[in-house]
C-alpha cells in the first residue's frame, strides 16, 4: 500500500542549480498536485493536473514547471533554484475531496 | 488577510483534556470544510470532512462549521499523546476540488 512516493526524500541545491522532484501515485486517481510547505504560511499550492495531459498554475507557481507523464507520475522541475525556493515540498493526488499526501521532500537551496 | 486564518499555538495541554482547535474564513463560497492531521515529518492526511454547517462527530473528534460566522471548530475529547500533532483545516469552494489551507496549529498532549 504504497499511496502517493516522492523522491528524493532530502535534497541541497546550490543556487542556479536544476533538479526534479518526482512523484508517482498507485491509487488510479485522477487528480494531483504539488505544494509547498513554509512555517507559518501552511501549504500553498503550486501546479496541479486534474488528469492525464492537463496542468494548471496554483497560487505560487514562479520558478517551477511541472509534467504529468502519465496517470501515475506528475514531476516538478526548478530550472534554476533560489534561496526563497528552500521549503518542503509535498505531492498529493486525489478522488474527491480526499487527499493523499506523500511523505515530503526536504529542499535546501544554498 | 489570508482567506483562511488559523491560530498557530503552539497548544500544550494534558492528557484526557477537550481540545478546541479553529480556523476563521473570509470566503462565502466554501461548502466543504476538511480537517487535516500532519505528525512531526510527515505529509497531512485527512482526519474529518463536512459539507456546509452542522457537527459531524467520528470517535473522539467532532468537526462544527458555522457559515453564518464563517468559523470552523474542530473538538478532540479525551485527548492523547498520540494526538500531538498540526492540525489543519481545509475549506474548498468545490471549484476544480482545490483546497485552501489554513497555516496549521501545533498540539501537544502531555502524557
Known amino acids: 500500500n504504497a499511496g502517493v512516493t516522492q523522491t528524493p526524500k532530502f535534497q541541497v541545491l546550490k543556487t542556479g542549480q536544476s533538479m526534479t522532484l518526482q512523484c508517482a501515485q498507485d491509487m488510479n486517481h485522477n487528480s494531483m498536485y504539488w505544494y509547498r510547505q513554509d512555517p507559518g504560511m501552511g501549504l500553498r499550492l503550486i501546479y496541479y493536473?486534474?488528469?492525464?495531459?492537463?496542468?494548471d498554475k496554483g497560487e505560487v507557481p514562479n520558478g517551477y514547471n511541472v509534467s504529468r507523464l502519465n496517470k501515475r507520475e506528475f514531476s516538478l522541475r526548478l530550472e534554476s533554484a533560489a534561496p526563497s525556493q528552500t521549503s518542503v515540498y509535498f505531492c498529493a493526488s486525489s478522488v474527491g475531496y480526499g487527499y493523499t499526501f506523500g511523505s515530503g521532500t526536504r529542499l535546501t537551496v544554498v | 488577510q489570508k482567506e483562511v486564518e488559523q491560530d498557530p499555538g503552539p497548544l500544550s495541554v494534558p492528557e484526557g483534556a477537550i481540545v478546541s482547535l479553529n480556523c476563521t474564513y473570509s470566503?462565502?463560497?466554501?461548502?466543504?470544510f476538511m480537517w487535516y492531521r500532519q505528525y512531526s515529518r510527515k505529509g497531512p492526511e485527512l482526519l474529518m470532512y463536512?459539507?456546509?454547517?452542522g457537527n459531524k462527530e467520528d470517535g473522539r473528534f467532532t468537526a462544527q462549521v458555522d457559515k453564518s460566522s464563517k468559523y470552523i471548530s474542530l473538538f478532540i475529547r479525551d485527548s492523547q499523546p498520540s494526538d500531538s500533532a498540526t492540525y489543519l483545516c481545509a475549506p474548498s469552494s468545490g471549484s476544480a476540488r482545490q483546497l485552501t489551507f489554513g497555516s496549521g496549529t501545533q498540539l501537544t498532549v502531555l502524557p
Open positions: 463536512t459539507y456546509s454547517s
Open positions: 470566503n462565502s463560497a466554501f461548502q466543504y
Open positions: 493536473s486534474a488528469s492525464e495531459g492537463t496542468t
